[in-house]
């Protein structure tokens, strides 16, 4: 009796391989999709994560590197000269556009000091809000496979349970050889989807909160820089 129990189980033991690869390429068509869909955008999520974490770091390090340059005691002529011909960002762009305006309105035979202070924040205001829409581009992107990735992936887990029970059915057979290999590839559908889903969750709260930082120290420079510009533009008034 126990040789033959023994021996039936042995047949009922699962054959097949149930690596990764084998999941996917037995899965049912709608699973193969969602999960293909899932491991694209798994990929793009880490080329955009890798992507801003060079982008913030190097920002940081040019404004820092703008700002001990700033506060050396140069004269804005001069430094303005430096930067103008030179593709800027962060602050030494902020300072360029300011300086622009200063320059444009201080030419000609009447110079155009009346709104001066206005124009020029409004100069400042529009290039912080071209340099964060450079600095939160994409950022979207990781927000919206945050919170939709492991959804997709439930649904992929969803219809391959569906299929599972339906082959169950037809075969009438609820022998765990059987069950095992469907339930498996439907779970792998909700694997993939948390594994898109938490490192852009993850990675789109690091980079909103260095966006943030980033945009209060730009905003916190072109409130001095105004102030500076204020006092010379009262003094030739």
């Known amino acids: 009796m126990i040789s033959a129990a023994f021996a039936q189980t042995e047949l009922a033991a699962p054959n097949g391989d149930i690596s990764f690869l084998s999941l996917f390429l037995e899965a049912h068509i709608v699973v193969q999709l969602v999960m293909v869909g899932l491991m694209v ?22 404004m820092n590197r703008f700002e001990t340059v700033f ?67 994409r950022l979207l992107v990781l927000a919206t496979v945050g919170s939709a990735a492991p959804f997709i992936g439930l649904f992929g887990t ?6 599972a029970f339906q082959a169950i059915a037809a075969s009438k057979n609820t022998n765990l050889a059987v069950v095992a ?35 209060s120290r730009l905003e916190g420079f072109a409130d001095e820089f105004s102030a500076i510009l204020s006092r010379q533009i009262d003094e030739r008034m």
Not at 41 to 61: E, G, M, N, P
Not at 158 to 163: L, S
């Open 71 to 137: 506060w050396s005691g140069q004269s804005l002529e001069d430094l303005y000269q430096t930067l103008s011909n030179r593709s800027n960002h962060a602050m030494a762009a902020l300072f360029v556009a300011a300086m622009r305006e200063w320059k444009r309105s201080h030419e000609g035979a009447r110079p155009a000091i009346h709104s001066l202070q206005q124009r020029i924040d409004r100069v400042m205001n529009v290039t912080i809000t071209r340099e964060m829409e450079r600095l939160e581009g």
């Open 158 to 163: 969803v219809w391959g349970i569906m299929t």
């Open 41 to 62: 955008a798994s990929v793009w999520c880490w080329a955009i994560i890798v992507d801003k974490a060079i982008l913030y770091a190097r920002t940081r390090r040019q």
């Open 181 to 215: 290999p469907g339930i498996a590839e439907a779970l792998f559908a909700t694997a993939l989807g948390l594994l898109a889903a938490i490192p852009a969750v993850i990675a789109y709260n690091k980079f909103s909160g260095e966006s943030g930082k980033l945009a």
